[in-house]
DNA sequence: CTGAAAGCGCTTACAG
DNA sequence: CTGAAAGCGCTTACAG
């Protein structure tokens, strides 16, 4: 089965392609009576554009690329589900289609199939980008080539970018802080990969808040699943020192949780745990845990209006909108 | 700045548009010479192939669309996200670049931007369906138009379609019957949408295996959210005769085990919780979670190997592959 | 080993 | 209100 085509549309019903196109786009300068049997045609036929042909004519895809890093969806995490959720439903609702791809700042793949060479190849009007690394390749190839795209996290290379970001120093300071406030006196910092630039900034921000309350305090990267989470808090309660967890990532909790049990320790009363992202389950553990909110709903928002507004403008007026994290009080600090 | 194409090199090098195809695609018949010159021009360059172009000549895109169930997200749970990642990263060791849809069985959106549209119009050359419900309109479509699909879930409408499936109805079987066994005389289940066959067929089996043991029972569908599951536990406890919950999704077993709490009730001990998907997090839960796995890994794995077998032979012959559902015991019942 | 021509399905000026 | 021609960037026969 053919696919039917607009020159079958044209010859079928004895107009010429141009008018059988007007119609398809809505188009004035079309008799009603012409347009009607046109569309009647089309109907019968089931004929559909052609988006492929469509976009190469207008160089045009209405489609943005969504690049999360890949190692095999190890450091993609809930929030990354959350936050792509969000950008499908928005994206869609202004018209445009999404491709998802699993690539890293680290290395450029020369695959058909990566995203970065979709963008290359011109697949896509623009990107959202995910884990952005220092001196990440995406980046600087984007750039270079004046592709629209916004970063989700900050950008220390170049000044010219857009991004859409949380506060993070602030995240690592505000939770020290609250820690410190509440009269935990050792605490931990879990975070994710160190080439990230997200967690080296919660890092900092943590780092100063204890300094300054003098407080003892120690970090620990590369901690991206729950079962990772669970054995280092296992390692350290055997020190018995730490009496609080910073854990980046609700969903990691959970690993915390059941080893601070393990040991039998009390929530909040002996050990205290605080999140960051404030997902959606953190409600419902036992005891409901603190955690760290970073507004999912308009993060994406943001992100999107920016990157509209740059694929249309073509022009180059980078912002750079950074959100500001809330605490959220429940019961496990 | 304009993108460089292949006749550019062409110019470039002095040597014709073929030429510079056959090197390209790292054809034969090209002397070694003329070779090393051309890819020296491409990459000096940055020149890199328009797919756009290469797919409108070849009528192939390397591209599979994911349709996923919107009403925004809601019924789009963490099983769904488990799968997304399994199937992107799969798709994409073949070579294929995935698009992810949003978009329902029930009704057909004439926006470019649905998923649907793009598989009409050429953007795609095959489809993984989830989520399907009786009469899927995106079905009838697919079909009809011979675009190769699969359905992750049966169907029930046509006996010439692909699909992968959990054996759901076991699912519920050996679910009521572990509980009976476990000596729990009134079990409650817990589903999503009605709609959908995955739950149908759950209930189903669910129901079978409560009347064989003549053991009390009820079924409640339309249960999506974490929350909705908690308010229910609530409001089934009060009346005091529930002593098992059967929740399908474990993610919404976190709202089962709060309101149960907050009744002063132990786990499993007063009431059973058993979920379905065994989510990594499961094991984590307090008690950990007793649930009935699916094996995302193999479930993606058989739902791809077939997918492409489609496109490549494009001749019909559907096969349908039945996965067997498995308790995972821990600590809930 | 290399190339000129035709065409994939559409739209953009331009002409009438 | 309608249409013929050219072209988007590539590949597929075919010819030499």
Redesign the pocket.
Known sequence: M??V??????KLT?????????V??NE????????RKILRVIEEHN????L???A????ETRTVILFIDRRRGKYWNEWHDLMLKSFMVKLKERGYKVIISPSSGEEMINNDADGFHLLK??LADGAIMFDVISNDCRVNYLRANNIPFVIIGKDKDFNDTAFVDLDNYLVGYIGAEYLIKKGYKNIVLFLGPKVFNVNRERAKGFEDACKKHNTAHSIYYGLSTIKEVYKMTHILLERAVVDSFFISGDDKALGAYRAIREKALKIPENVAVLGIDNLPSSEYMYPPLTSIDQNVEKFSEKAVNLLIEMMHSKKKSPQRIILTPKIVERQSV
């Open positions: 053919k696919k085509t607009i020159t079958d549309i044209a004895g107009y010429s392609i141009k008018t059988v196109s007007r398809i786009n004035p300068n079309v008799r009603e009576e012409t347009r004929y559909s554009v052609n492929l042909a469509k190469l004519r207008n160089s190849s011109g």
